[in-house]
């Protein structure tokens, strides 16, 4: 019954159950070791939640080769998690991406500082999912710009840490703009301007 109203939807649409996939995969490639699996599988997912309930439209996926996007018409990133080490920037950094600095689609998240940082374990999921929609966003944004509240601030407080055990912290209406116009833009349905 439902692969019956499934199908009716596509051809109504004019889809087909084999249209690819045209819009931003992100890629979370787990260089920490088999041990932080489960933790970055949770992670993974509450990322995709906070997407989900901001209405961008992204697909995160697990373990496959950065060189590869799984799409014909789509966009990625790379989201790397690994340890810090000979990271030379600063030393409370929790992950880093350049996009203003041209330096591909791939960002590094130090999964290590992040275990340290949130202690409990419901807090290391919580923050790391921040962590990587921050540095997500950043991408999309296209800019080192921080907000003064929310998802996008430069450093969370402990309040903050408190909220994103209990729910995700928000996007402020501003991030939000600039994250579906840069969007557009990467998936060229945009301009920059």
């Not at 649409?13 to 949770?42: D, I």
């Not at 998802?151 to 402990?158: D, E, F, I, L, N």
């Not at 402020?172 to 301009?191: F, Q, S, W, Y």
């Amino acid at each position: 019954m439902k692969t019956y109203l499934i199908v009716g939807i596509l051809a109504a649409t004019g889809l087909s159950a084999k249209t690819p996939y045209c819009g931003l995969t992100v890629r979370v490639v787990n260089n920490a070791g088999v041990s932080a699996g489960m933790f970055v599988t949770a992670a993974k997912m509450k990322a995709g939640e906070m997407f989900e309930r901001a209405g961008v439209d992204v697909r995160m996926r697990d373990n496959v080769s950065a060189g590869k996007s799984g799409t014909a018409c789509g966009a990625l990133i790379v989201v790397q998690i690994e340890k810090e080490d000979g990271y030379s920037g600063h030393e409370s950094a929790l992950a880093y991406a350049m996009p203003f600095k041209n330096s591909g689609t791939t960002i590094h998240v130090f999964l290590d500082r992040v275990a340290q940082l949130g202690r409990e374990p419901g807090l290391q999921v919580a923050l790391l999912a921040h962590v990587m929609v921050h540095e997500i966003t950043h991408m999309l944004q296209g800019l080192e710009r921080h907000s003064a509240e929310g998802v996008m601030k430069a450093r969370w407080s402990r309040d903050d840490f408190r909220h994103m055990e209990r729910a995700a912290l928000p996007f402020a209406d501003e991030d939000l703009g600039l994250m579906r116009k840069g969007l557009a833009v990467l998936l060229g349905r945009g301009t920059a301007e």
